[in-house]
Every structure is written in structure tokens, then in C-alpha cells.
């Protein structure tokens, strides 16, 4: 461990105080007692998760695939609205999967990221589809392959973003910023500036809430969870979830808070704490739920409901992480499976490049769905 860091410089002895006043991330084995700590944690929604006043908004076929438009209330705020996509030339029950979109520092869209409606692609994620998935849907992907798949919006996306002149009240008004998406209208570009700073002021209003952003969003998951096993198309016992980057931090949420859940699959957002320290620390509050790191890691959080199955796909260039945290996290989920005895439960899969899901990587995580899922 370094005595000097350059983000924090004449700080640099703070960690080591700080690691003096009690165990930072210490080893959480799996099990009931770290589920119930990280619910304790995540600190919302104790009470049904139970999505009200569920509306079919619209339908669709498309080529090979059917789909729908569904919405509704989470018990405050905008209702979700949210796409379930599905093969058009089966009849009977399929197993399913919960898309989850990424964060991406672009709120204006949420399900749009990952999943096609009736109009095709939505304006505006072109650069974004190409950048991070290989230029395609991967819900439509995962359908094709014989799931149905939901993609839902959450807390501060899409249908569930704030409204621009209520975070401008909040926060001010701002240049907009270049983003690497090219192709969004200055409007959405205005839109994801305000809602990143924006983010930073919900987040304390979680905390002065008795709650953190990580739970609020892993709440709206399992409801939207909650409604894809509620469908008579889906097999309820062959559930899984998926997402890349903050899709993948909502999906360590979910599979660690629900226990429907069959299958994991994270890709690009996974490290210990540790392997952040001094070299990126700008992720989303979903990734730091307030206090976690007394009772354990990152990876132990993924890893609390071992042996159920969990995949990881890593990048070995992506700058969000440092390679040493990728691989010092893949060695602790290895031990947590081999530690209830069902090592082959857990598979870490390294790529070469930066920061991504694409069409190759999407390849291996369906094969591994389809043959954990049937």
C-alpha cells in the first residue's frame, strides 16, 4: 500500500488513520449474515416491492422479436417505464432476464441505452451503442436467443429523470460539456451536464433520508424484478440479471437484495475499494453505499448469495479501474465460491481493451445465461 497519494498529498496520512480506527473492508463471507448487512446498509424499501398500477402502453413487432412498452408506480415520483422484448415465434414460457441500462454520465435516456422500441434506436445513442456495445442492442440479443428480457428505466433515468428546471433550482445553470457521445443534441448534452452535478445533491438528500442512492436504485430494480416474474411468459425460477458498468453495479445490487435471482452477470464494474484508492474515485454513489466498506468489499457484496451462478467479464484497459483491483477482486470472488464449495459457479472472463460490452463479450455472457438459465 502506498504512504503517499497524489490525490490527496499533504492528506496522504489520513488513510492511515483511518485504517487505524477500525478494519476497512474486511473479508464478508458468504451467506445470510452479509445479505442482511448489505440490506441493512442499502437502508429503503423494507416494506412489498411491489410495482403498482402496472399499464401495457403499447406493443410491437419487429423483425423476429415482439415487444412491449410497460409502465408503472414505484410509490412515488414518475412512473417507470420500461420494454420487454421477447422471440415473436415462441408461444410458451421462457426464462427471463433484467436488462440493466449503465450510467454512463447520461441520464436523459435509461432503457434506450440497451434496448430498441417500436421507432428503432433512439436518436442521439448512436456514438454510445458504438462506443460501449458494439453498435448493437444486446436486449435484442439476449431475446433472440430465446429470453425474455426486460429493460427497465430507474431512479434519475429516462422516464424516472428529474425534470431540467427542477435540478437547475438545485444546482444552477452550467456550460454544457463535450461529451464522447457526439451525437446527442446540445439539449440532451445540457440535460446529462446538469443531471451529473445534480446527482451529487441527491445523494445527500438520501443520506438526510435515512437511505444512499445505491438503495433506491436496488429497490426499483427488484420491483421491476418483481413485475418480470409476475408474467406468465416467463419461467420464475430461471430469472437472471445483466448490465454493463453501472448496469453492472445495479446488477451486484440486485442478484445481492433479491433471492429470485438466478443468475449474475457484471460486466466492467469490478474491484476492491482498495484498487480504487488514489486512482479513480469518480464513480456514481451507486458503487460507495454509505458505510459498506466497514463490513466488507466490493466483491464480497457481489459475492453474498454464493454459490448462486455470477459471471464477470473484466476489460483489461478500462480506465475506470486499475488492472491490480480487477484481478485482486476476481481472486476474492474466487475464494468466496470455493469457499461453499462450488468453485465452477463463479467464471471471471478478461478481455483486452477499454471500457466496454461488445459483441464478442456479449457472445460468452448469453452462451453462460443459456446454459445457467436453460
Known amino acids: ?16 488513520v483511518a485504517r487505524r480506527q477500525q478494519t476497512l473492508y474486511p473479508a464478508a463471507a458468504p451467506g445470510p449474515a452479509t445479505q442482511a448487512r448489505v440490506r441493512e446498509v442499502l437502508s429503503f424499501c ?27 408506480s414505484v410509490g412515488f415520483g414518475p412512473r ?23 450510467h454512463s454520465d447520461y441520464k436523459f435516456h435509461g432503457k434506450e441505452k440497451i434496448a430498441d422500441g417500436p421507432a428503432g434506436i433512439a436518436p442521439g445513442l448512436n456514438a454510445l451503442r458504438g462506443l460501449e456495445y458494439g453498435g448493437r442492442s444486446y436486449v435484442a440479443a439476449l431475446a433472440r436467443e430465446g429470453f425474455v428480457v426486460l429493460a427497465h428505466d430507474c431512479f434519475l433515468w429516462g422516464s424516472r429523470r428529474f425534470p431540467l428546471e427542477t435540478m437547475m433550482a438545485a444546482v444552477g445553470d452550467q456550460a454544457s460539456a463535450s461529451s464522447e457521445f457526439g451525437d446527442a443534441s446540445p439539449e440532451i448534452e445540457h440535460y446529462n451536464t446538469i443531471a451529473a452535478l445534480h446527482e451529487q445533491r441527491v445523494a445527500k ?6 437511505t444512499s442512492l445505491a438503495g433506491v436504485v436496488a429497490c426499483e430494480d427488484r420491483i421491476a424484478t418483481n413485475y418480470l416474474l409476475s408474467r406468465p ?36 464494474l469490478m ?3 482498495e484498487g480504487l484508492l488514489d486512482h479513480n474515485l469518480s464513480h456514481s454513489w451507486l458503487l460507495f453505499p454509505f458505510g459498506w466498506a466497514r463490513y466488507g468489499d466490493w466483491p464480497d457484496l ?18 475506470l479501474f486499475t488492472e491490480a483491483g480487477m484481478r485482486a477482486a476476481h481472486a476474492r470472488l474466487t475464494h468466496h465460491y470455493a469457499s461453499v464449495g462450488r468453485p465452477v459457479n463463479y467464471v471471471g472472463q478478461f478481455y483486452p481493451g477499454p471500457h466496454k460490452f461488445d459483441v464478442e463479450m456479449q457472445a460468452a455472457a448469453i452462451a453462460w445465461l443459456r446454459q445457467q438459465l436453460g
Not at 1 to 16: C, E, N
Not at 205 to 210: D, M, T, V
Request: overall charge negative; glycine content about 8%; aromatic content about 6%.
Open 233 to 268: 411468459d416467463v419461467i420464475a425460477d430461471r430469472v437472471g440479471c445483466i448490465g454493463l458498468s453501472g448496469g453492472g453495479n445495479r446488477a451486484a445490487l440486485l442478484n445481492a437484495t433479491h433471492d429470485r435471482i438466478a443468475a449474475t452477470v457484471i460486466i466492467g
Open 1 to 16: 500500500m502506498p504512504t503517499h497519494y497524489q490525490h490527496l498529498g499533504v492528506y496522504s496520512d489520513w488513510v492511515d
Open 80 to 102: 417507470t417505464h420500461a420494454y420487454v422484448v421477447k422471440p415473436a415465434s415462441v408461444s410458451g414460457p421462457l426464462p427471463g432476464i433484467v436488462a440493466l441500462h449503465d
Open 205 to 210: 438528500y438520501c443520506n438526510a433520508l435515512g
Open 46 to 72: 423494507q416494506t412489498a416491492e411491489t410495482p403498482l398500477a402496472v399499464r401495457l402502453e403499447q406493443q410491437w413487432q419487429s423483425d423476429d422479436l415482439n415487444g412491449e412498452e410497460i409502465s408503472w
Open 302 to 319: 457481489a459475492a453474498c448469495r454464493a454459490p448462486v451462478p455470477l459471471l464477470v467479464q473484466y476489460d483489461l484497459e478500462d480506465h
Open 271 to 273: 474491484t476492491t475499494y
